[in-house]
């Protein structure tokens, strides 16, 4: 029997929504700009520039973040920044200024958190045209490693889209775009430990699945054949979905860490956790369990509904407008979703408001439109990306239930006499047929009938047989 298990811990860095940079005043802003505006002596290295006071408000978020991932926070104590050493073209200082901890011995989802610093982002440079931009040189980043505790592919993304949901939460974090990750990999086969493998700058939660993915394989085809797995740093080929060894240069262990004598130690006391406590958004999991106790939401459409912030709050805002969160249950997750994934739409792109299915619901509730032709009425309304109320399609559409009975009786007894088969199974007692006849009332009427009353007005003709 093969016995494989895999010991991965990640290394993720993330970029902090700050308007300017760690070190100096410049934007952060490098996307939308010309190459090299955004930069000044201090942010490329220029010789005598000295740093400015580490930006307070990227400290507010890295303590933030500690708070969230449950760390303990390093307290009354010198935080240093640190120079890593490294020579490449985007790092004009020829150093990376990396902070000391500021939280340490988290934990989210059962995974440890090793600690939590911050560090500066590089520039970007362009091998193949030489070029070098140093617009993103000194943007603060935020860099998270957990504990080797992940153990298997579809763990590390489910941690990793948990973590990105509460960054969505915090609000303070730039997203997946801006996410580079560190894998850590190494395998146990047959009891035997493999050696650890380093893979640098995954860019995606999905390139971080493929790249264990691959490695488990790899590790394990060199370990079942009696080879010894490299302890070596790789890099990942995501057009080839692969990883493939580094050049050596790439990969020098020694960074000749030093603490900078530029920058003056941050000291974290408890008055300032005790501020970022009070500022601190309500978390995914808090979330949760408020919509169980106060919407009496059960604990399944709690979890879909707060794992992303966007549907959560547009859930809430329904709620507030109904007062029904159970219908809001039903056509946000339930109906809206199932459009919104159908037409490959994000709720916050559709142009679909809260106000749409509020309105949606008290059609339903008022009986003015059935259940049916409110589903085609999500998908309308999601179509149109919010254009038309719900009450504008209806007119339009002349799509209100039918109130007149006469026409309904018709409509039954069409049903009854075309489907002569059916009506018989129900006699002889298979009631499911009354649902297969109450479809055809549907058919007939375009879905405009009140599902009750057409039940009902069924067994009425039937029992009369
Ligand atoms: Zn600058």
């Known amino acids: 029997m093969e016995d494989v298990k895999m010991i991965c811990g990640l290394e993720i860095h993330v970029q902090i929504d700050t308007k300017s940079k760690l070190f100096c005043r410049c934007p952060t802003n490098y996307k939308d700009v010309e190459p090299n505006t955004n930069i000044c002596p201090i942010c490329t290295g220029m010789p005598g520039a000295k740093p400015m006071p580490v930006n307070k408000k990227a400290v507010d978020v890295a303590l933030m973040v500690a708070k969230m991932l449950n760390c303990e926070i390093v307290l009354n104590k010198d935080i240093y920044f640190q120079r890593k050493h490294y020579d490449y073209p985007d790092l004009p200082n020829g150093y990376q200024r990396t902070s000391t901890p500021i939280g340490v011995n988290g934990n989210f989802l059962g995974i440890g958190i090793e600690e939590i610093h911050l560090e500066e982002d590089p520039g970007q440079y362009n091998p193949s045209l030489g070029l070098v931009d140093f617009n993103r040189c000194g943007t603060p980043l935020i860099e998270i490693v957990t504990k080797p505790d992940i153990r298997s592919p579809e763990e590390a993304r489910k941690f990793l889209k948990n973590l990105l949901t509460l960054f969505r939460y915090l609000g303070y974090l730039r997203g997946e775009g801006t996410m580079r990750v560190d894998v850590n990999i190494s395998i146990e086969y047959n009891g035997k430990k ?34 010894e797995v490299k302890r070596e740093t790789r890099a990942f080929l995501e057009s080839q979905m692969i990883t493939k060894a580094m050049r050596s240069k790439e990969t020098a262990e020694d960074y000749r860490y030093i603490p900078d004598p530029d920058v003056q130690p941050i000291v974290i006391d408890e008055d300032w956790v005790k501020k970022i406590e009070q500022e601190m958004p309500e978390t995914p999991l808090e979330k949760k369990r408020r919509f169980i106790e106060e919407y009496k939401v059960d604990e399944k459409d709690a979890e879909v509904l707060t794992a992303d912030l966007d549907l959560a709050e547009f859930f809430e805002k329904v709620v507030k407008l109904t007062n029904d969160s159970k219908l809001a249950v039903v056509w946000v997750k339930n109906e809206l ?6 037409h490959k739409l994000d709720l916050y792109e559709c142009g679909v408001k809260p106000e749409h299915i509020a309105e949606l619901i008290e059609l339903i509730k008022k009986k003015v439109i059935s259940e049916k032709i409110a589903k085609e009425l999500v998908d309308e309304i999601v179509k149109n990306r919010g254009e038309k109320t719900p009450k504008e399609i209806v007119k339009e559409k002349n799509l209100t239930v039918i109130e007149d009975e006469s026409y309904l009786i018709k409509a039954v007894e069409e049903a009854i006499k075309n489907n002569p088969s059916a009506v018989e199974d129900y006699l002889s007692g298979k009631k499911e047929a009354l649902n297969f006849l109450m479809g055809q009332v549907m058919r007939i009427t375009k879905g405009r009938a009140e599902p009750r009353k057409v039940i009902q007005l069924l067994k009425e003709k039937l029992d009369k047989k």
């Open 194 to 227: 493999g050696n650890r493998v380093e893979i640098k700058n995954v860019n995606s939660i999905k390139g971080v699945y493929k790249v264990l993915k691959y490695e488990l394989i790899r590790q394990k085809n060199i370990m079942k054949r009696g080879g």
């Open 337 to 342: 979703v199932r459009s919104l994934n159908y």
